[in-house]
């Protein structure tokens, strides 16, 4: 990956901002009556209306130009096909395989990994079934009732995430999740729970993160000192690529389900870090979850840009970023059931594109990935929406609305949803007061929204899909590596060497 300032149409876009100085979101909207229409992709279950953003046609073929220039399609199929594209720890990028509807073959070091994740779906979903249908019982002989899962970063947020997002499917055990090394959280989640009806899954790829062994060491004591030691094995299970060290722990070789260097930890969702989430909701939903963003795969890697909801929306981000200024964009879900989303988000975009380097290592002088931050919508509006809509900032937002109701409760639905629009509409056009500044709002205000038509395992799937893509998309236009995140480690080492 090149540098994208190096590129010719980097200076064409720089001007076509200008062009924007007298040109409004209203103006666009008058200018096309169609507009709305014009700019909305549908994939499935999932809308992208992207029409409420600071481009023409023309701006939109500079973008696409650029993404061409910074060869999104060789990059793309290079991750599709295993190449090793995380070039600092030497390995390839497959989250893809996870949740392929094909047998295909996809090499990696001369190994097909398809029959791998297929071994492993096998063994998750028949522990799923033991463990939902009373087959696989606790130490005492009773079934199992709860779930705690332990991990942090991308083995917490996304499965923690699907849970919440999905548990109007929830029909197997309760699943809860312990990641801060604060003990307030492992104290709180175990208060209510009893050690003959709890399983434990460790997921952690490396085995070696100081805040999931200390919290996996303090749940095997809560679990041993009343059931005793021969318990962990029917109450501990993991999910790692380092196999020796689960071991060490004490949990059996049969109680590991793999994991690859292949699949980054925030990109891990798809594969056994998503127990829990089988677990709670069951295999056949879980896949279904799989083939929603086997879908937005395929429509990654097959649809022309313009018409490409993932680079669409990765390229808007990136002319906010690179030539408004725009530090920082919001992500307002309007469902709770999506409260987890923004954090989620946080680790896939700043972990993964928050770089100063490109992936060979030169110094970067553009900005790359922004402040990521969010929360559900309404509750947002009456606490950061002031400053999205009056501050001296001007940056892009994603609405995410959930169409069907679920709650039985229409008249509740229909104020959610028509927030959402108000907000929008808000942003886009403001509202001149004639005789008060205070009371105005400048509105030409950049948003997306993302419709989903339901919340169910495949919608969520592909909007997550979508997320991964775009964030993809836009390491590749930064000429940055999105797959390691060597930033974490110093701390890491700092906190190892440090004595109390
Ligand atoms: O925060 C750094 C990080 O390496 C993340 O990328 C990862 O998701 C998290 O730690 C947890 O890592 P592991 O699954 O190896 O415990």
Redesign the pocket.
């Known amino acids: 990956m090149g540098k994208p300032n190096a590129s010719a149409v980097w200076e064409k876009l720089k001007a076509e901002r200008n062009g924007f100085e007298t040109r409004t979101l209203s103006d666009l909207f008058l200018a096309d009556k169609s507009r709305a229409e014009n700019f909305a992709i549908k994939l499935d279950g999932l809308t992208l209306d992207y029409s409420r953003n600071h481009f023409t046609n023309e701006t939109l073929s500079l973008l696409i130009g650029l993404a061409k220039d910074q060869k999104l399609p060789e990059w793309r199929s290079k991750m599709y096909g295993g190449e090793k594209i995380n070039n600092s720890e030497d390995r390839a990028v497959l989250h893809t395989v996870l949740r392929t509807q094909k047998d295909d073959p996809v090499f990696v070091d001369g190994v097909d990994v398809v029959p791998l994740v297929r071994a492993a779906q096998r063994k998750m979903a028949a522990f799923v079934a033991d463990v939902r249908g009373g087959e696989w019982l606790g130490a005492t002989g009773e079934a199992i009732t709860h779930v705690v899962n332990i ?5 917490d947020l996304g499965p923690r995430l699907a849970v919440s997002a999905l548990r109007n499917y929830a029909d197997g055990p309760e699943v809860r999740f312990v990641a801060n090394v604060d003990a307030a959280e492992l104290v709180g989640v175990l208060k209510d729970l009893d050690p003959a009806t709890t399983l434990f899954v460790v ?4 085995f ?2 100081q805040e ?1 062994m200390l919290n996996a060491q303090a749940a095997r004591r809560w679990l041993t000192s009343v059931l005793g030691d021969a318990a962990v094995a029917r109450h501990f299970v993991a999910v790692s690529s380092n196999q020796d060290n689960v071991v060490n722990f004490g949990i059996a070789s049969s109680n590991i389900f793999p994991m690859w260097d292949w699949v980054g ?2 990109y891990s969702l798809w594969s056994a870090v998503g127990l829990c989430i089988a677990l709670s909701i069951g295999w056949n939903n879980f896949e279904s979850m799989l083939s929603g963003a086997a879908a937005m795969d395929d429509h990654f890697i097959s649809t022309p840009p313009n018409r490409n909801m993932p680079v669409l929306s990765a390229l808007i981000g990136v002319w906010y970023r690179n030539f408004w200024g725009a530090h920082g964009r919001a992500v307002m879900p309007y469902d709770e059931r999506l409260r987890d989303l923004p954090r989620y988000l946080q680790q896939l975009e700043m ?1 993964s594109n928050g770089k100063s380097v490109t992936r060979d290592g030169e110094a970067i002088e553009y900005q790359t990935a922004p402040i990521t931050f969010g929360e559900c919508g309404s509750v947002s509006q009456h606490s950061f929406h002031q400053w999205l809509h009056q501050g001296t900032d001007r940056i892009p937002s994603d609405f995410i609305g959930v169409i069907r109701d679920d709650w039985g409760l229409p008249e509740q639905h229909k104020a959610l949803i028509l927030n959402l629009k108000a907000q929008a509409d808000a942003l886009t056009y403001g509202y001149v007061d004639n005789k008060s500044p205070q009371l105005t709002n400048p509105g030409d205000r950049p948003c997306s929204i993302l419709w989903l038509d339901g919340l169910d395992p495949y919608n969520f799937g592909l909007l997550l899909a979508f997320y991964e893509h775009r964030t993809f998309t836009q390491g590749v236009i930064w000429g940055i590596n999105p797959f390691d ?1 060597w930033g ?1 480690q110093l701390g890491k080492k700092l906190a190892a060497k440090m004595e109390m």
């Open positions: 991990g942090i970063g991308g083995s997921a952690s790829k490396t070696t993160t999931t930890g925030r972990e995140q974490v």
